[in-house]
């Protein structure tokens, strides 16, 4: 990773469409005509103008919904507002999110003409069952047919893959990701299923059509899945993530170290000398530059430090949050932790031992102020 400098600054853009809702989604996602995209990615450019920065870019990750959605044409507008806009470091990390269906290889082409340098697809598993139930577009072969075509172009290839899918085993999903390492994926993020109000997964597990894994199986599942990953020479980075070394997300250990950002685009959030600040995310507010400022207490300030700190491996840094007003070393559980191994120290930094990424929300709430 590059040493830390101070002005640095990192790019989120948001692209909020998608071909089809998948039935567990609940992220602000759009199925839209191509008139409503095009009126999008002018707005979007305009936004980047308008914001422009001197501070120098490390990364940009253009996330979604989903980005291979739009055209080879209006991704080169995107990123050319950037460029136009921004002074981006040469070897700055540039990753974009790619769904199997919408990946092609004029696409992929121009994204490494564009200096995308990391690709990031989405898979979530590689049983055919498993991706018609939860309604992806794409099946296990289009998957793996997408990843040897991106890793044709690229080294540092992403997957995700969703953990607590109905009858989807910590073996099965370990059969999964050899099969991912076996096409040369650099990195895995492993997400839990989340059955959200309002999704329609919800109503399919409502009804009992729909039978994820109970929060005891989903947890050893993930378990098992990590233990294969990190046998495999993967380190556990943070909580959902694995990679080999120097594959970790410089973009995400960013927002982890609570490193400046700014995010383009419907419902982006932003972060500039301590100022969090985020764009409306609806359309209409989008429209009219609707910003709502979330302006951080100094006990929030903390508390940002040691959740985000412990969940990766750049851990808390001690002497800093004693600057912010708060001795994590005085706190009741922290020798306690220490003699367990729960946590480690190192000088001044103190990180969670990943063997306990599990019950990490239980020891980060018992570590706050
Ligand atoms: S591809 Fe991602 S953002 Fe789009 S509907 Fe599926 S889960 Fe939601």
Redesign the pocket.
């Known amino acids: 990773m590059r040493e830390a400098v101070e002005k640095d600054i990192s790019i989120y853009i948001h692209i909020p469409f ?1 071909e ?3 039935n ?4 602000a ?1 759009f199925c839209v005509s191509e008139s409503e995209k095009e009126k999008y990615i002018e707005f979007l450019c305009k936004e980047i103008e308008k914001r422009k920065s001197s501070r120098p870019v490390k990364t940009i990750y253009i996330g ?3 980005p291979s959605v739009l055209s080879e044409e209006q991704i080169e507008k995107v990123v050319k507002a950037v460029y136009k806009n921004f002074d981006v470091y040469e070897d700055a990390e540039f990753a974009i999110e790619a ?1 199997p269906n919408s990946t092609t290889e004029e696409k992929l082409l121009k994204w490494k003409k564009l200096r995308v340098n990391r690709v990031s697809i ?1 898979v979530q598993s590689l049983s055919d069952k498993s991706l018609k139930k939860i309604n ?1 577009l794409h099946d296990r072969k289009m998957a793996i047919e997408k990843i040897k075509l991106a890793r044709r172009y690229f080294s540092n290839v992403s997957a995700d893959l969703l953990v607590g899918l109905e009858g989807e085993s910590g073996k099965d999903l370990s059969k999964y990701a050899l099969e991912l390492l076996s096409l040369g994926i650099k990195h895995i993020s492993c997400y839990l299923l989340e059955v959200y109000e309002g999704t329609k997964l919800y109503d399919l597990v409502q009804s009992k059509k729909y039978l994820p894994l109970d929060d005891d199986k989903t947890i050893e599942a993930f378990n098992k899945l990590s233990n294969f990953l990190v046998d495999k020479g993967m380190e556990r980075y943070e909580i959902s993530n694995f990679a080999f070394l120097g594959f970790e997300s410089q973009h995400n250990l960013n927002y982890w170290a609570r490193g400046d950002y700014l995010g383009f685009g419907l419902g982006a959030h932003s972060f500039e000398n301590n100022r969090r600040y985020r764009n409306s995310d609806k359309f209409s507010e989008y429209y009219e530059s609707k910003v709502y400022e979330e302006n951080l207490t100094s006990k929030e300030i903390i508390e940002e430090e040691v959740m985000l700190g412990l969940r990766c491996k750049l851990g808390v840094d001690l002497e800093k949050i004693k600057n912010l007003g708060y001795d994590l070393t005085k706190n009741e559980y922290f020798a306690d932790y220490l003699r367990q191994g729960i946590i480690k120290r190192n000088g001044n930094v103190v990180t969670l031992n990943p063997t306990f990424y599990h019950i990490s929300n239980t020891i980060i709430a018992n570590l706050l102020p």
Do not use: V
């Open positions: 998608c089809q809702k998948c567990y989604c609940a992220f996602s979604g919904g989903t769904n989405g992806r």
